[in-house]
């Protein structure tokens, strides 16, 4: 059935043009099969939501936001292939910077890593501290020259006396041999037992020794290993206050978020930890946590924004045109649309990333744009008192020609930008480009096919309806040349805002997009302020070990860097010297093997008790006179112990023989295990790069056996006059530099860049179709006079407002180029048209309104997301939106106004 026998007159009298002749076939399409349409439109996307939530993913890698053969990323990208995957997940842990809160934090550290390991599957590997068993048998190698020379003399003044109780290897004679120790009865180092330093290193192992002796004989508590060297110095990685643990978590880049379970299982233990030491602050952060959160974050504050989006488009069409069925079906339509790009988005792209995530917002605020100008031309005839098939013929013939510049202009802008090296906006390009694009077909297709079907159908929604119109702004046709007078004083008096802007630095820092209230952005800045560390690193690559030792020496040098990391600073210094030191103290120690002990004799364990108290009542008075509070305190502690555990032997129900057998096996297994490692490590060979424990070794030689250096800056890194300037630094050492933050230089500097040439493209685009269509100049700059006001205006505002522009808002300004030419192309065919009266009183100006209105709407939703590079692109689309609509409806017709008054209506012709 074909709708409508009436021919418009307006068109009988404007001729038939090109124009008019597609608008007539598209005429001619809807009328014959609306309901075809509507079906077909409708099952269609029905599939493609279907697919689309089956199959779309979105990916938080920032890697892909970049083209993989740029030479600073295939660099980066090889590096990565190389060295394997080293972006930790970092667990950051306050101390307070205090002796007693870094025992907290070691404590603290120690329960959460004895929960992670429970998810092996999960994190591969978990590192915040040191051990000597991590150093395998060339622990002592990596202790300082002074220490080990200390040691090594301790362990020669000892050893005789050793002799003497391995031949034995009883209780009671160790005993024996303490008290000796303790009275300076050797030649040894032992005899400085008064010296507070001394006396605490030696009476921590006793206090050892004699609470297993008081606990074993009580049947109480755990064994404390004595000897226990394997652990022995324990160094935690706190940097400043701060005790920062490294987590490997394994990446699942087959699901949406490819660190989404190990990062949950990092969160929960952490809570569970937290709530056992609620005291202590800790969070996770590191560029994984980061972009996990950012991905988060974005993913819920678009989806916030399309509802509220929709809703106030919604709201804003029933408002303004005194209805709400058609401005549902238009809002429907829209939807239909999203639908279909999100299918296309499905099986062009596959994924969304940060930038292309924002494409339905784009098109709640450009696309509907298209149905606005059909609903509000369509309920014009329909006041004038057609019929709904005339009506919609009309708003056909009258729209079609601008809806098709429109979104031509829009998607060309959209879908050049496909070509850049910066794949995250062309992939943003190619998926809003093609999305304007269904956008208009819907809305000249669907749009038009529902009008048909209801409005023919329901006979109350024949009424003649009547839009607001903008009859108020008459007056300024009146008086053109004092308006545009007003306007230009007004944007001279505003111009040091303009000023501001310039003077204002572009902000490349990615941190300050991200919501500030996130904890992993959080405990970052912590990090930066409060240590010397860093997440982020360059990283130079060599094959030469000698060539390390150069770039080492270098980087030293440089003010700009901070923390050196290389294989050389895990490789122990003076070999030679140490191992001398160790193969004489190991000749000295000898044979470690200890003889198996004879039952122990109660009575000599007694005898021997009392003479250790008698040694330590007269260590106490020489550390009173010496005034060691401290030792004396842990003095006391270990006199309790050795007076509990003489009485227990003493008393007139003694313990058991096996109890004694028990306590003295422990002791002979605890020291004689000591020991064994001990003359291990004193066997020590030279330690070559590839001796390195494999954990330690895979960070700083690659698969091919390349060595990596790895330099931090120091300040600031996400500070870009400071990223900056150590790259610049960096690139004068070895130009082919890589790691992290070279690339995250790099990929930002790509993305202003790109954004910029971006605007520029846009910007010729639109004036090469403008041409095409008009091929008239005159035509070319009031249509594009607008946007030029406009953004000026735009720039003063954010200068006045202390707006900047940053790597996420910057891309607004391509976008409201390509938007900018929609009113005034509107204006200019409306006013070509007109016989008589004036533009404010049809309904072109009120479908300008609405469009830029569900513009400022459809991003307007984004300034309540908490990712704040959302929340600055949706400040600036709606200020921009704002002041493209006043330059609109204030400049535009009056300077059509001004050339009627000349009678030079013709200038226009097209």
């Known amino acids: 059935m074909v709708y409508g026998s009436q021919t418009c007159s307006t068109y009988r009298e404007l001729g038939v043009s090109f124009s008019q002749r597609y608008s007539n076939a598209l005429w001619r399409f809807v009328s014959r ?217 394994i990446k699942d880049y087959a699901t949406m978020d490819v660190i989404g379970k190990p990062l949950a299982t990092i969160k929960t233990a952490l809570a569970a ?249 959080y405990y970052e800045q912590r990090i930066i302020e409060k240590s010397d560390a860093s997440t982020w690193y360059a990283a130079f690559l060599t094959h030469d070990l000698e060539q390390v030792k150069r770039i080492t020496q270098q980087l030293k040098a440089i003010p700009s860097v901070g923390e050196i990391k290389s294989v050389l600073t895990v490789l122990p210094s003076e070999q030679e010297e140490k191992i001398a030191l160790l193969t004489k103290t190991a000749n000295i120690l000898g044979d470690v093997s200890i003889a198996t002990p004879a039952a122990p004799h109660p009575q000599k364990l007694i005898t021997s008790l009392k003479n250790l108290v008698q040694a330590l009542e007269s260590l106490e008075e020489k550390l009173f006179s010496a005034g060691a509070n401290t030792e004396l305190e842990q003095l006391g502690k270990t006199l309790d112990s050795a007076r509990s555990a003489l009485a227990q032997l003493e008393a007139p129900n003694a313990v058991t023989q096996n109890r004694l057998a028990h306590i003295q096996n422990q002791v002979h297994a605890d020291l004689s295990g000591g020991l064994t490692l001990l003359k291990r490590w004193l066997a020590a060979k030279a330690i070559k790069p590839a001796d390195l424990p494999p954990a330690i070794k895979q960070n700083f030689i690659a698969q091919d056996g390349q060595y990596q250096v790895m330099a931090s800056p120091a300040g600031n890194v996400w500070d870009w006059p400071t990223m900056e300037r150590f790259i610049k630094d960096m690139r004068q050492i070895d130009a082919n530099v890589t790691g992290v933050v070279v690339s995250t230089y790099e990929g930002a500097s790509l993305m202003r860049e790109t954004f910029l040439k971006a605007a520029i493209l846009t910007l010729v685009l639109v004036i090469t179709l403008l041409w095409l269509f008009s091929r008239n100049l005159t035509y070319v700059a009031l249509s594009l006079l607008p946007l030029a006001i406009g953004l000026i205006w735009l720039l003063e505002l954010m200068g006045w407002l202390g707006i900047q522009f940053n790597l996420a808002n910057f891309f607004a300004i391509p976008i409201l180029i390509s938007i900018s030419v929609q009113g005034g192309v509107s204006l200019i065919a409306r006013w070509k048209l007109m016989e008589s009266g004036t533009l404010f009183q049809t309904s072109t100006p009120s479908a300008i309104v609405l469009t830029f209105g569900t513009t400022m709407i459809g991003f307007g939703g984004l300034l309540v997301a908490h990712h704040r590079g959302l929340s600055s692109l949706g400040a600036i689309m709606v200020l921009g939106s704002l002041t493209i609509l006043l330059a609109t409806l204030l400049i535009v017709p009056v300077i059509l106004q001004l050339i009627k008054n000349h009678q030079a209506q013709g200038i226009l012709t097209t």
């Open 33 to 249: 099969a609306p309901g075809r349409i509507i079906a077909f439109a409708a099952l269609l996307a029905l599939l493609a939501t279907g697919y689309s939530s089956q199959y779309l993913q979105i990916s938080s890698d920032q890697d892909k936001l970049v083209a993989p053969d740029l030479p600073f990323q295939r660099q980066y990208l090889d590096y990565v292939k190389n060295f394997g995957d080293q972006e930790n997940v970092y667990v950051v842990i306050e101390t307070g910077g205090n002796d007693k809160g870094k025992a907290e934090a070691a404590k603290f550290s120690e329960q959460l890593a004895t929960r992670l390991s429970k998810y092996p599957e999960q994190l591969k590997s978990i590192h915040y501290r040191i051990r000597p068993a991590d150093l395998g048998d060339s622990a002592l190698l990596y202790a300082p020259t002074a220490e080990l020379k200390t040691l090594t003399s301790a362990i020669a003044g000892f050893a005789p006396q050793l002799q003497s109780w391995r031949s034995d290897g009883s209780l009671s004679s160790l005993l024996d041999l303490t008290t000796s120790l303790l009275q300076g009865n050797t030649s040894s180092a032992a005899q400085n037992i008064s010296d507070p330093a001394f006396a605490s290193a030696a009476l921590g192992g006793l206090s050892l020794f004699l609470g297993n002796i008081d606990a074993g004989l009580k049947d109480q508590g755990k064994y404390q290993p004595m000897l226990d060297l394997a652990n022995a110095q324990t160094e935690y990685f706190f940097t400043g206050p701060l005790l920062i643990m490294q987590i490997f978590p």
């Open 273 to 521: 930890t937290r709530a056992e030491f609620p005291h202590i602050k800790a969070g996770v952060t590191g560029r994984p946590v980061l972009q996990a959160d950012e991905m988060t974050t974005t993913d819920k504050d678009v989806t916030k924004a399309g509802i509220i989006s929709t809703l106030g488009v919604l709201l804003l069409f029933m408002y303004f045109l005194r209805g709400w069925l058609r401005p549902v079906l238009t809002v429907a339509s829209l939807g239909i649309a999203i639908a279909w790009t999100f299918g296309f988005a499905t099986i062009s792209v596959g994924e969304l990333n940060l930038l292309s995530i924002v494409f339905a917002s784009i098109l709640i605020g450009d696309g509907v744009d298209f149905g606005v100008h059909v609903l509000t031309r369509y309920n014009e005839a329909r006041g004038d008192g057609q019929n709904a098939p005339d009506a919609v013929h009309t708003a056909l013939m009258f729209c079609t020609p601008n809806v098709l510049i429109s979104a031509l202009t829009s998607a060309t802008a959209f879908i050049a930008v496909t070509g850049f090296d910066f794949l995250g906006l062309a992939q943003l390009g190619l998926i809003a480009g093609v999305g304007i694009l269904l956008c208009a077909i819907v809305m000249l297709t669907l749009l038009p096919a529902l009008f048909l079907k209801i409005d023919t159908r329901q006979r109350a929604t024949d009424k003649p309806t009547r839009a607001i119109r903008l009859r108020f702004l008459n007056p300024l046709l009146e008086h053109p040349v004092l308006v545009l007078s007003i306007l230009g004083m007004l944007t001279l008096a505003a111009a040091p805002g303009l000023v501001k802007v310039f003077e204002t630095p572009f902000n490349y820092n990615l941190l300050e997009l991200q919501s500030k209230d996130l904890e992993s952005v």
